[in-house]
C-alpha cells in the first residue's frame, strides 16, 4: 500500500500506492506510512524525504468503504474508535513535522480531506498541473477542523482565505493554489521532476543546518514574541558555528569543490 524507494542523493520517497482507490486512506496504509517514517527519522543518510501518491490522485482522504480499526481499538465502542481514528490520522501529521528532514509534497492530482491535510503538513509542496485541493470535511457532514488543517491552513494561506476554504470546502485548482501559496510551485507537466529539484537543493545543504531550519521555523509558529524566537535563532546559530560545516562550506568555495559534509 505503501511504496518506498531510496533514490540517490539521499532522497527517499513514499508513495501511495492504492491507485485504483485513488490512494485513499485506511488504517492499513497509514500504519505502514507511520512506520516509514520511523524508519526515515532513523536514517541519517536521509536528506529529504517526497511524498506523492500513484497513478492519477495523491490523496483523496479516507477509503468511504472503510477505514478498517485501528491496532489497540478491536472491541471498544463506536465514540472510543472514532478517537482512536482521529489520533491516528493525527499521529501522522505530527510525525511529518517532527521529521528531522524536509518534506515535500508532490501532488499528482487530487489532495482532498486527509490527503489535504497530509499535503499541508509538509514542509514543501509541489503541484503537478492536474492537482486540486479542497478541505472537504465539511462537504461529508463534519467539521472543517481535522487533522491539523484549522492550525495549519491559516499559517499558509492566511485566515480570511482559510476560513473560506474550511467552510465551503470548494476545490481549488493548481493554478489557484499556487497564487494563494498554497503550493510554491507548478511544476511542468512531472511533478516528481519538480520535487526531486526541490529535494536536491536541499539535499546539497549541511545536513544539520537543514534539519535546525525545519526545527526552528516550525517552533517560530507557536513562539508568542519576537525577542523569544530572536533568542532561539541566536542559541542555534552558535551551535551552528562549532559543528564544523559552515568552516567546510567556505573551504569548498575557496577550493572550488563541493561541500563534504560529516
Known amino acids: 500500500m505503501l511504496k518506498t524507494e531510496r533514490l540517490s542523493g539521499g532522497v527517499t520517497v513514499l508513495t501511495f500506492n492504492r491507485p485504483d482507490r485513488m490512494n485513499t486512506l485506511t488504517t492499513a496504509l497509514v ?28 490523496c483523496a482522504g479516507l477509503d468511504l468503504a472503510g477505514y478498517g480499526t485501528p491496532q489497540g481499538a478491536e472491541g471498544l465502542g463506536d465514540f472510543d474508535v472514532s478517537q482512536a481514528i482521529q489520533a491516528e490520522l493525527a499521529s501522522a501529521v505530527l510525525k511529518l513535522r517532527d521529521l528531522p528532514v524536509p518534506v515535500i509534497a508532490a501532488v499528482n492530482g487530487p489532495a482532498t480531506g486527509g490527503g489535504m491535510a497530509l499535503a499541508v503538513a509538509a514542509d514543501v509542496r509541489v503541484a503537478g498541473p492536474s492537482a486540486v485541493f479542497a478541505v472537504s470535511f465539511v462537504k461529508v457532514g463534519l467539521s ?40 510554491s510551485r507548478i511544476a511542468d507537466g512531472d511533478v516528481m521532476a519538480g520535487a526531486l529539484e526541490v529535494a536536491g537543493l536541499i539535499a546539497g545543504n549541511s545536513p544539520w543546518g537543514v534539519r535546525m531550519t525545519k526545527e526552528v521555523m516550525w517552533s517560530q509558529l507557536t513562539i508568542g514574541s519576537l525577542e523569544a524566537g530572536i533568542c532561539l535563532e541566536n542559541r542555534t546559530q552558535a551551535l551552528a558555528v562549532h559543528t564544523g560545516d559552515m568552516q567546510e562550506a567556505i573551504a569548498a568555495f575557496m577550493e572550488k569543490r563541493a561541500p563534504r559534509w560529516a
Do not use: H, K, N, Q
Open 31 to 58: 500504519g505502514e506510512l507511520l512506520t516509514a517514517l520511523d524508519s526515515v527519522a532513523r536514517d541519517r543518510e536521509c536528506r529529504a524525504v517526497i511524498l506523492t501518491g500513484a497513478g492519477r490522485a495523491f
Open 144 to 183: 472543517g477542523c481535522d487533522m491539523g488543517v484549522s492550525w495549519i491552513l491559516p499559517r499558509l494561506i492566511g485566515t480570511g482565505r482559510a476560513y473560506e476554504l474550511m467552510l465551503t470546502g470548494r476545490t481549488v485548482d493548481a493554478a489557484e493554489a499556487e497564487r494563494i501559496g498554497l503550493v
